[in-house]
């Protein structure tokens, strides 16, 4: 039997590498383009801008995406950041602030630096940056001329959002500062703190007024919140309970207590606001949101989330009060409830139909490149094998 022989001219060993070449490239192409962009890592932060029509969602590998709520259409603002981000539209829904240390990452370089984005023209506006450790929470005023942030240094810093420079500095708090929160008239500043205790801070002396102990001794989650008249302050203490007290008297008015999913023991409360009309309070844990009813001083409703895995991640409450937005049930995607009926209204995610049929068309077109190039070696074997000896 003769001997196999493999021989291609120069022309057929250059359009072999080429078509593998091509392959491999467009791979890469696709994998950069429509892969990392379909399986995108789960939700962890959301915030409405204030007309209701943009959602912000930060994602667990920094990214930042805003999302056109009517449309169900997301652009990346930022992509491949280094840690998890935290994010809040200004008022007047301009520009965007993010913190991407969340108290819980040590980043090298943005560790204690809040960045303010234009939106209009998707740019840096002014880095934020004084904190000696990371930065665990951010609260705009108002009115949008000044921007609290809270660190693991123990000190709460205000802000010029416009200049960028620092314009007080709250000190007193014995550890890490993990919520913060402006009254409705901005004249007051609450600020909780890991260990249980929420110190109010008056902004016009820049003196503590008082402090609220036993809450949540959770490193990252002390939610409290102003209600929309600013007469109320609520937060949550240990056993998902909430306290709700009296803002001017600094008095308990009573507690709404077990929070928790349905057959479930009542579990930590991680997020915690005031609706629009001040009459119902939302707490969210890791596997439900509960609707409290202040006059009936009980629950109105309880939504069960459905995260398919166990991140941590905020909810957002639109600006009308008629809409919770929450991660849904696969990564990257975001579901919007109506919050009369607790019915699902509407979700969002880039895993759409057209990037699945754009993964099948170039997955084929991969597959015929590699045929092209083993038939052509196949030819070329028959070629140079010649006739079979007798």
Known sequence: MRAKRFSFTLSELLLIIFLCSLVMSTAAWFKREFIDQIYIPPVISLAFSPDGRTLAAGYRDGSVKLWNVAKGRGRVLLKNELA?????????????ATVYDFGTFGVPGRGGVATLWDLRTASEAAFLAGHTDAICSLAYAPDGKRLATGSKDGTVRLWDPVTGNTRAILKGHADRIVSVTFSPDGKMLAAGCQGGVVKLWDLSTGRERGALEGG?????DIPVAFSPDGETLAWAI?????????????????????????????????SLAFLPDGKTIITRSRKAVTLWDLAARAERGILELRHRW???????????????????????????????????????????????IVLIIF????????????????????????????
């Open 84 to 96: 998890s981000p935290l994010i809040r539209f200004a008022p007047d829904g301009k520009a965007l």
């Open 216 to 220: 949540s001794t959770d490193p990252y």
């Open 238 to 270: 240990r056993g998902g309970s909430v306290e709700v007290w009296d803002a001017a008297t600094l008095q308990r008015r009573f507690v709404l207590s077990g929070h928790s999913a349905a057959g479930n023991a009542p579990e930590p409360i991680e």
């Open 310 to 356: 166990g991140w941590e991640s905020s909810i957002a409450i639109s600006p009308d009060g008629k809409t919770l937005a929450t991660r849904g049930y696969t990564d990257g995607s975001i579901e919007l409830w109506n919050l009369d009926t607790l019915a699902l209204q509407a979700s969002f995610s880039d895993a759409h139909f057209a990037g699945n």
């Open 363 to 390: 997955t084929l077109l991969d597959g015929f490149f590699l045929w092209i190039v083993f038939r052509a070696i196949k030819q070329r074997i028959r070629r140079t094998t010649g006739p079979k000896s007798t």
